[in-house]
Nanobody, 117 residues
Framework: QVHLVESGGGLVQAGGSLRLSCAAS????????MGWYRQAPGKQRELVAT???????NYADSVKGRFTISRDNAKNTVYLQMNSLKPDDTAVYYC???????????WGQGTQVTVSS
């Protein structure tokens, strides 16, 4: 079994910053992709940013230039630095990890990010 534990969410004013962290633990052979998704009330879950084990990144257009994903492969940990936050960024943020060799997706429990105007 694999567990993902997120931290770092909270309440921040528009224009502020937050840093999310997610650590994976358990029966891990290797992690291919780690990333962040978010789900706002009444909306579908959407991709925020992902990073492969080789360092390739993918960002949603809405966060490009404001959010930065990084990863510590030795610690099986992924981070999301969020700057210039907007009220539209308010959502529950979920960590995702694709575990090899079976390419199984695991999810964290979610962490709330609230941006006030």
């Amino acid at each position: 079994q694999v567990h993902l534990v997120e931290s770092g969410g909270g309440l921040v004013q528009a224009g502020g910053s937050l840093r999310l962290s997610c650590a994976a633990s358990g029966r891990i052979f290797s992690i291919h992709t780690m990333g962040w998704y978010r789900q706002a009330p009444g909306k579908q879950r959407e991709l925020v940013a992902t990073m492969s084990s080789g360092g390739s990144t993918n960002y949603a257009d809405s966060v490009k230039g404001r959010f930065t994903i990084s990863r510590d492969n030795a610690k099986n940990t992924v981070y999301l630095q969020m700057n210039s936050l907007k009220p539209d960024d308010t959502a529950v943020y979920y960590c995702n990890a694709r575990i090899l060799p079976m390419s199984i997706d695991y999810w964290g429990q979610g962490t709330q990010v609230t941006v006030s105007s």
